[in-house]
């Protein structure tokens, strides 16, 4: 399991995480652990504000009052206050219950802890889903081609499929995540493939979480239509319009001793027509025009993806305190303050 743990110094959010997973910090040990569902890991005592944690790629070392990090991360949510909620109260389960109890313990005997296990799982999808399109930057910004390989070399033409496939695929992914977190929510018990925004009308009758979905359905539209093309149809879309397969050919020939080939069309009446291509220029233009898309696409869908987390949290504190309230064993910090 790849692990993030990272060290905050605010009371009740030294808090991070892996999939069902966290690191919780106590505040009267100041013994910091990591636990999951099924098994436990011990860390060494550390005194709060000392940074104590895996490393993930990209986040650099933190010293408990910084991170230090080579890229912007531009979607990241697990500094939003529901996160930050939920994340704390599943750091709380997985550290006190995670070696004793299963899931099906919980849903038994305190099920107000197995109901934040579960919109754990669902919340931290997301916000994965979203730190997964970050690659897209780096990718974006690669222009050592060809890349060469011991199988043989990938050309900056194959390299722009890839991120089109990368980006088709996730961005697309988080409308589903966010329809499948909306159901957790409201505890449908729908079979994940039937969850979809008509199920979820017909269940859910929160106007504003409602309206939110409608949103998040019709944002990127035109993404997910190029991705049920493209991935059912095996249909391409053209990277540089009518000179795409003159863009293709020069692409290939990168690398090699015998340099760009001549291109050109014929033209009826003036014969044939050399065409120059001036490959750096065509492939930034190419790059800018996807970056534009990917952003604006991915900036909106993270907007309403927040707008959800607050039109969501009442009805999750809702449920959690009714199941709560019927719990065999409430502790000190999971009653009303």
């Not at 305190?110 to 296990?117: D, G, L, Q």
């Not at 799982?121 to 690659?135: A, E, N």
């Not at 050592?144 to 980006?167: A, C, H, M, N, Y």
């Not at 149809?233 to 293709?248: K, N, P, V």
């Amino acid at each position: 399991m790849a692990t993030l743990f990272v060290w905050s110094n605010v009371a009740g959010r030294a808090v991070r995480r892996t999939r069902l997973g966290a690191l919780e910090v106590d505040a009267c040990s100041m013994a910091g652990r990591h636990a999951s569902v099924d098994e436990m890991e011990y860390y060494p005592s550390a005194p709060l504000g000392v940074g104590l944690f895996a490393c993930e790629e990209g986040r650099g070392v933190m010293d408990g009052s910084e991170r230090s990090k080579d890229f912007d991360w531009r979607y990241d949510l697990e500094e939003e206050e529901f996160v930050y909620r939920i994340i704390s109260m599943a750091g709380a389960v997985h550290l006190w219950d995670g070696t004793n109890l299963t899931y099906a313990n919980l849903l038994r005997d305190n099920p107000h802890r197995a109901y934040v296990i579960a919109i754990e799982y669902r919340t931290l999808t997301i916000v994965d889903r979203f730190k997964s399109l970050d690659i897209l930057e780096r990718m974006l910004a690669y222009d050592g081609f060809p890349i060469k390989t011991v199988e043989g070399s990938i050309f900056r033409d194959q390299w722009i499929r890839i991120i089109l496939d990368v980006l088709l695929s996730r961005l697309t992914s988080i409308r589903d995540c966010c329809f499948l977190f909306a159901a957790e929510i409201y505890e449908l018990g729908i079979d994940a493939r039937n969850v979809n925004l008509g199920s979820l009308k017909k269940h859910i009758r929160d106007k504003g979480v409602v309206d939110v979905l409608i949103k998040i359905a019709d944002t990127a539209r035109n993404i997910r239509d190029e991705r049920d093309r493209h991935l059912h149809r095996g249909e391409e879309r053209a990277l540089s319009g009518e000179l795409d397969q003159f863009f293709h050919l020069v692409a290939r020939s990168e690398g090699r001793n015998t340099g760009h080939p001549k291109l050109g069309f014929l033209d009826p009446e003036k014969g044939a027509q050399p065409v120059e291509i001036n490959l750096s220029e065509m492939h930034s233009k190419i790059i800018s025009d996807i970056r534009t898309e990917y952003h604006q696409e991915g900036d909106g869908l993270i907007a309403l993806t927040r707008e959800l987390f607050v039109v969501a949290e009442p009805e999750f504190e809702r449920r959690w305190a009714k199941k709560r309230d019927s719990a065999k064993l409430v502790r000190s910090w999971e009653l009303p303050s």
